[in-house]
């Protein structure tokens, strides 16, 4: 049974956030005002840094146990930063008992495909130059950046690189081409995204690409070889088939992969955790998933 305070989300949603269209840059400045919502909720401060072609934030919480999360924001490749998802990046970390990099990958219409792969791979490498284990580094994203998550493996694979102990997929992105049934059976139940939205999006981000190019797209990769991974997406999404996909496409290739269908949950509804019990109980479940991943069962 959900929450009482899921219809007040609901609320706050239909509110506030419920943006559709428009030009890229007010979206953005919107995106990143929008936890102003939820008051002071006493973060951590973040630390930039370079990386590569872009720039990162680290956000370290009171105990990070030696592990490290790379954190790749959603936002349809074109909107979303550090700042937007601090509170979400930095209570997954303390969750996940690890400090959080959380990658300002550069954007679409400005850096269209496959920049954002780049810096994802980019960001990853540079945790290995600096000592970081891979058994201790996890990765995790939501909504486009779970897609950008597991595209990066991809790469990092490829290339024979130790890849990391395992990455968390938070309503992920996986199909481009938006081509799931969920699309249309889940229209009518979705709150925040809209097709034709994603279909404009994923053109400013593949700039005449094929969406079905796996780095753009996973549910259409050969996903062999990759690290564990933990897909998380509510039942009331219009990405609900690409989350399916993205299973069916690591359980073909032999991935270790957990599937959790969250009743009644809505797009990436961790990003509200400070208001709605099941984000918070979704990033703990993700935290647990981690600390498990790297040699820690959850505290």
């Known amino acids: 049974m959900a929450s009482s305070e899921l219809e007040l989300v609901r609320e706050l949603i239909a509110l506030n956030w419920h943006t559709r269209n428009g030009d890229v840059e007010p979206r953005r400045i919107a995106y990143d005002r929008a936890q102003e919502a939820f008051g002071d909720l006493g973060l951590p401060p973040g630390e930039a840094v370079e990386t590569g072609a872009c720039t990162a934030e680290w956000v370290r919480p009171a105990q990070e146990d030696g592990r490290t999360l790379l954190y790749l924001h959603g936002g349809s490749y074109a909107l979303g930063s ?5 509170h979400l990046s930095s209570a997954l970390g303390a969750a996940a008992g690890a400090a959080v990099l959380a990658l300002h990958y550069r954007r679409p219409p400005e850096s269209p495909f496959p920049a954002a792969v ?3 791979v980019a960001a ?3 945790l290995l130059e600096q000592g970081c284990p891979p058994d201790r580094i996890t990765v995790a994203g939501d909504s486009a950046g779970a897609g950008l998550a ?9 290339a024979h690189d130790p890849l ?9 992105w996986a199909d481009l081409a938006c081509e799931g ?3 249309s059976t889940r229209r009518a139940r979705e709150i925040l995204l809209d097709t034709e939205d994603l279909l404009r999006m994923a053109g400013r981000y593949l700039a ?3 969406p079905r190019n796996p780095l753009a797209s996973p549910a259409y990769g050969d996903l062999t070889g990759l690290p564990p991974l933990l897909i998380q997406v509510g039942s009331e999404e219009v990405l609900y088939d690409d989350a399916r996909a993205l299973e069916q496409a690591a359980l073909k290739a032999g991935v270790r992969v957990t599937f959790e269908e969250w009743p ?10 400070p208001v709605l019990p099941e984000g918070r109980e979704a990033v703990e479940a993700a935290g647990a998933f981690l600390r498990g991943a790297t040699g820690e069962e959850a505290k």
């Open 181 to 183: 049934d969920s699309h």
């Open 82 to 86: 550090p700042h937007s998802h601090r």
């Open 118 to 120: 780049e810096d994802a």
């Open 164 to 172: 990391p102990a395992a990455a968390v997929c938070i309503s992920p």
């Open 264 to 273: 009644e949950m809505f797009h990436v509804w961790h990003w509200y955790h």
């Open 208 to 210: 005449g690409a094929d």
């Open 124 to 126: 990853y490498r540079a």
């Open 150 to 158: 597991v595209a990066a493996l991809q790469v990092l694979r490829d």
